[in-house]
């Protein structure tokens, strides 16, 4: 799932996956229940004038952009097995602030053009995802493969520069695969997926296809408490196209590397894990370069015997 924070070559600088929002553990899936899990998701990040981004139908520069917001998730592990695995359905909802400042310039059709600067932000609920995995273990090892689908009935901001809906149906598939030694607390994950972008019927703008890798590397200190390092890499592989994708293929690319830490408690009778990932963005191409951070607090309502 992504978010209006990371503004890229998709249009309005929106790609639905939300980069870092897998890591550790990433590919194991647990026992059948009922589970929830809430991010709170802060980013913040700039381009310099010399980079130009289509938001809005407008081009812009000189972009600086942050987010606030919240992604609510809820999952259920079936009780019966599926090939062997774990099936996992669930749906994420999304909603908080993005603020964009940027210089603007529009092209009238019929008038000279008009240059600014603008600040636009709202508080916005996103496009629901519905996400559906299956997952195996052996081992010390666990995996996935998992499918997401952003649904376009979001409180999409026609003509506005910061948005958190998307206005366009997506798809994005991926396998995720974990590594975890008990004994040594030592967790090794990566997940590796495609992005495939319908069209924006309003602005008639087709987000090109795009690839992204997450990992993860973490040391259990205690019982309790671990810390490790986490990464993603973003690279869109085709172009935008359509009538509104007036800066051409205008591909993305970026890398980040970042620090988490994790601590894991109980509630009563209920488990509880908390973590706190942390993300730097470096060598950015076609979009902002930036920071971002989750805060994650996830626990089972219900767990199938």
Same mark, same amino acid.
């Given at each position: ?53 289509l938001s809005? +139908?407008? !081009?812009?520069?000189?972009? *600086?952009? $942050? &987010?606030? =917001?919240?992604? /609510? ?6 009780? #019966? ?8 359905? +669930?749906? !994420?909802?999304?909603?908080? *602030?993005? $603020? &964009?400042? =940027?210089?603007? /310039? ?6 000279? #053009? ?76 990566t997940a ?86 942390v993300y ?26």
């Open positions: 799932m992504s978010t209006a924070a990371d503004l890229h070559a998709a249009e309005n600088g929106i790609g639905f996956y939300l980069l870092g929002g897998r890591g550790p553990m990433a590919g194991y899936i647990p026992p059948p229940g009922f589970y929830l899990q809430n991010d709170i998701y802060f980013y913040s990040g700039k381009a310099d004038a010399n980079r130009r981004f809005g +139908g407008q !081009l812009i520069a000189n972009v *600086r952009g $942050e &987010v606030r =917001a919240d992604f /609510l998730t809820g999952t259920w592990v079936l009780p #019966p097995q599926v090939l062997g695995g774990n099936l996992a359905v +669930g749906v !994420l909802v999304p909603a908080g *602030r993005p $603020e &964009v400042t =940027a210089n603007i /310039l529009l092209n009238p059709a019929d008038a000279d #053009p008009i240059a600014g600067k603008v600040t636009d932000d709202a508080f916005v609920f996103g496009d629901p995802v519905a996400s559906v995995a299956l997952g195996w273990h052996s081992g010390n090892w666990h995996w996935n493969v998992a499918g997401l689908l952003n649904i376009p009935i979001g409180d999409y901001r026609e003509g506005e520069i910061a948005n958190l809906a998307f206005h366009r149906w997506a798809g994005d598939i991926s396998a995720a695969v974990t590594w975890l030694e008990p004994t040594s607390g030592i967790e090794l994950s590796a997926g495609f992005t495939f972008n319908g069209t924006n019927d309003v602005t008639d703008y087709t987000t090109g296809t795009e690839f992204h890798v997450e990992w993860s590397a973490t040391k259990a200190l205690t019982k309790q408490l671990s810390v490790g390092l986490v990464g993603y890499y973003y690279d869109q592989v085709t172009g935008d196209s359509g009538a509104g994708a007036r800066l051409g293929d205008f591909k993305g690319e970026v890398t980040a590397l970042g620090g988490t830490i994790a601590y894991n408690f109980e509630l009563g009778q209920t488990p509880v894990s908390t973590r706190l990932k730097r963005e470096f060598d950015a191409v076609n979009r902002l370069e930036g920071t971002s951070a989750f805060i994650t607090v996830a626990f089972p309502l219900s767990v199938t015997k």
